[in-house]
């Protein structure tokens, strides 16, 4: 009896030891089902912040909006510490076009709704190219029923002649099996081409293909590194990169309103958005449209809008048998 005891211990404590061994490898697997916290949501201890006041942090918020177009680069490599901590008249404005953009009250202020809005995860592509667009804001009015889509310049869309495309999906970093990624890469595609005449065909060689799609981390050499939600981004035509930023909580095949880590985020919605860019078209205004610079975690957005539809189709023409956008 004595000796069984024992056994049963050891193994009780075996198990115990066994256990957090095992709970440690699903964390080091999926990073972010650890409890989540936003390397954004530092901004809301900016709230309040007045122009003239040093605070520390507004560097950080400054390289925010300087990687989304709204503050110029620095041209100052040497220094790390590359913006300063000071709310100046430029961070203001920057501010203001921010608001403006994402249909806020433009007070240049640092408000709740403001700092709320850009702790929501979205797209590493920028929102203004060179200066030259707003996201369909450029004369800082909105007129109902005008058309917010905007084109990923300067380089325009795909030449007329090329309407087929072929796409290699060549670095596979994540752990979404290869058949349900191929799934829900086709079925994002297929948003767009039925509101069109473009067609899309998956092939094995990258080399042989005009978009080349694949997951990858922090700096990934492009120039363009993903920090903080930054869920992926994609270069305008003829480049036909699309890269997705591996660290994220990616959902592909089932239900993303319903996953477990507050911090999921649904694949197609994501590439139904940076095909968008990968056939020339920038960010709208209009939230809820596929274009829309951002979407929350665990959530669903796949069908094009109006807005979505008006911007492809005038790059490429409708398709006949489209019946429509969603109202
Ligand atoms: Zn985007
Ligand atoms: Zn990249």
């Known amino acids: 009896?004595?000796?069984?005891?024992?056994?049963?211990?050891?193994?009780?404590?075996?198990?115990?030891?066994?256990?957090?061994?095992?709970?440690?490898?699903?964390?080091?697997?999926?990073?972010?089902?650890?409890?989540y916290r936003n390397p954004w949501s530092s901004f809301q201890n900016l709230s309040g912040c007045q122009v003239g006041q040093e605070r520390k942090g507004l560097s950080k918020l400054k390289e925010y909006l300087c990687q989304f177009g709204y503050l110029p680069k620095q041209t100052s490599p040497s220094s790390s510490s590359r913006f300063n901590n000071v709310f100046d008249a430029q961070l203001e404005e920057a501010i203001k076009t921010y608001q403006c953009n994402f249909n806020l009250e433009v007070t240049g202020e640092l408000d709740e709704c403001t700092i709320d809005k850009m702790m929501v995860p979205r797209c590493r592509n920028a929102d203004i190219i060179n200066g030259t667009s707003a996201m369909g804001h450029s004369a800082a009015a909105v007129v109902h029923g005008r058309n917010l889509f905007t084109l990923f310049q300067p380089s325009g869309p795909w030449p007329p002649s090329k309407r087929s495309f072929k796409y290699a999906i060549n670095a596979t970093s994540t752990s979404i099996d290869r058949a349900t990624l191929s799934n829900v890469l086709a079925s994002a595609f297929a948003r767009w081409s039925v509101a069109t005449t473009l067609s899309f065909t998956e092939i094995a060689t990258a080399s042989d293909a005009d978009i080349t799609i694949g997951f990858y981390s922090g700096d990934?050499?492009?120039?363009?590194?993903?920090?903080?939600?930054?869920?992926a981004h994609a270069f305008a035509p003829p480049d036909g990169r699309l890269h997705?930023?591996?660290?994220?909580?990616w959902v592909a095949g089932s239900d993303v309103t319903t996953a477990s880590s507050p911090a999921a985020v649904d694949l197609e919605s994501v590439a139904v958005h940076e095909i968008g860019h990968l056939l020339g078209l920038g960010h709208t205004s209009v939230e809820g449209a596929i274009m829309y610079p951002s979407i929350p975690f665990r959530t669903r957005n796949v069908v094009l809008s109006a807005d979505d539809v008006n911007g492809i189709q005038s790059l490429y023409g409708a398709n006949p048998n489209f019946k429509g956008a969603a109202p």
Not at 12 to 19: I, Q, T
Not at 220 to 231: A, I, K, Q, Y
Not at 244 to 249: K, L, M, P, R, S
Request: hydrophobic share 50%.
């Open 244 to 249: 997705f930023d591996a660290a994220e909580v």
């Open 220 to 231: 990934h050499g492009d120039g363009e590194p993903f920090n903080g939600p930054t869920l």
């Open 1 to 35: 009896m004595a000796t069984s005891t024992s056994a049963l211990l050891v193994i009780v404590a075996a198990v115990l030891v066994a256990l957090p061994v095992s709970a440690g490898h699903r964390d080091v697997k999926h990073p972010a089902a650890a409890p």
